[in-house]
């Protein structure tokens, strides 16, 4: 019997599997996945779970992977729901719940594809699924902590396709053939406290973080290169924690958010960084401290035979030939791409992160299909 990916994906939602509970999901899967054929292996790492399939033998010369997540991120008010956020009701065509579209009905419809795929055409390769429960948080045990394993264990994907969904409207527009890289940086610029009627007895951090924040925030980083828009920087937050009108505060401190393309490395960022900071200091006396997070880099797997596949398989499912895109925050493909060349493909992604999240019932049919096409075509 054909596993019926909207009936999995009901399964999984009803799983409350909020970051970094494993609320089930996983030992579903690993259920499913071993009466079906593939060996699993769980690759759990600080307190998350994960879980490795593959079928076919070790160290076959092709090897096709999938990579997704069954971590959601919380439903937020309860009372905001119009149903049961770990219900999986149906609607109007629609199924509704938390993980519906991020991106549970992804690991369904690999999962229920790639069974079906080895049953019915046994290939000359291997399948593996490599399915994380930290996607949506730090991410440091989820993705990584199976390419760890995977290294240390001498399994490897030749190519990878991770179920994240990419179109932005209509099934079938987008995918992904990589991403920005991110990166947050926090400045505390410090002077001397004083009274705002002796402003020379003082020295005034304020205006400096001014100078800091306008001066970062008009710098154009870059024009676009030949797969990705403009870099761009965001100032989310400047704080001074002051209430009192009538005192000049000691510190100040701001935020912002980079993302940039393949014109630059994170390490060119913070070097910029540095030499900002440093013009302030000498200009305004005072001191600036600094931290740094990096989300990760930006990367491409430049367009050829994997997105052809993926396309191909797309357009005669659906009509549409995707577009080629990079846009859009950071996946675990930022992890993969290390490993082997990635490339992203998934439903429609309107509700994902959203109260009533919920997913077309017809476009995860639609996703299964498109990818026991793309398992078909690989191995022919």
């Avoid at 080895?118 to 593996?128: E, F, I, K, L, S």
């Avoid at 020379?200 to 290169?225: K, M, W, Y």
Wanted: include cysteine.
């Amino acid at each position: 019997m054909p596993i019926d990916p909207v009936a999995l994906t009901a399964d999984l939602i009803r799983c409350p599997s909020v970051t970094p509970a494993e609320g089930g999901a996983l030992v579903l899967l690993e259920k499913l996945l071993t009466e079906g054929g593939f060996h699993c292996t769980r690759v759990d790492r600080g307190g998350i779970a994960n879980l490795y399939a593959r079928w076919g033998r070790q160290g076959a010369n092709r090897t096709f992977g999938f990579n997704g997540h069954t971590d959601v991120v919380p439903i937020g008010n309860r009372d905001d729901w119009s149903v049961d956020p770990f219900g999986a009701e149906v609607k109007d065509g629609f199924m509704y719940g938390r993980g519906a579209t991020d991106m549970k009905s992804g690991v369904a419809a690999f999962a229920a594809a790639a069974i079906d795929f080895v049953q019915d055409t046994p290939p000359d390769g291997a399948v593996v699924l490599a399915i994380t429960g930290d996607e949506e948080a730090d991410a440091l045990d989820g993705t990584t902590a199976l390419l760890d394993w995977m290294a240390a264990n001498n399994e490897a994907m030749s190519v990878c396709l991770v179920g994240e969904p990419t179109c932005p409207n209509t099934m079938g527009e987008t995918m992904k053939i990589g991403r920005r890289g991110s990166l947050t940086a926090w400045f505390t610029v410090r002077g001397t406290q004083g009274h705002s009627a002796y402003p020379h007895r003082a020295n005034n951090p304020l205006p400096a973080i001014a100078r800091l924040v306008d001066r970062l925030s008009s710098h154009e980083l870059d024009q676009g290169t030949d797969h990705f828009d403009p870099s761009t920087l965001a100032v989310v937050t400047i704080d001074t924690g002051n209430p009192a009108t009538n005192v000049i505060p000691a510190a100040a401190t701001c935020a912002v958010n980079v993302r940039f393309n393949d014109a630059h490395d994170s390490q060119a960022i913070i070097d910029w960084f540095q030499s900002e900071t440093a013009l302030i200091k000498d200009a305004f006396g005072v001191q600036v401290e600094m931290q740094v997070k990096v989300s990760g880099e930006s990367f491409v797997t430049p367009p050829g035979e994997l997105s052809d596949l993926v396309a191909n398989a797309v357009a005669q499912e659906t009509g549409v030939r995707p577009e080629l895109s990079t846009s859009g925050g950071t996946s675990d493909a930022r992890f993969v791409k290390d490993h082997c060349p990635v490339v992203e493909f998934g439903l429609v992604g309107k509700t994902m992160h959203e109260v009533d999240e919920r997913v077309s019932v017809e476009q995860i049919g639609q996703l299964k299909a498109i990818y026991k096409s793309i398992l078909t075509e690989y191995f022919a």
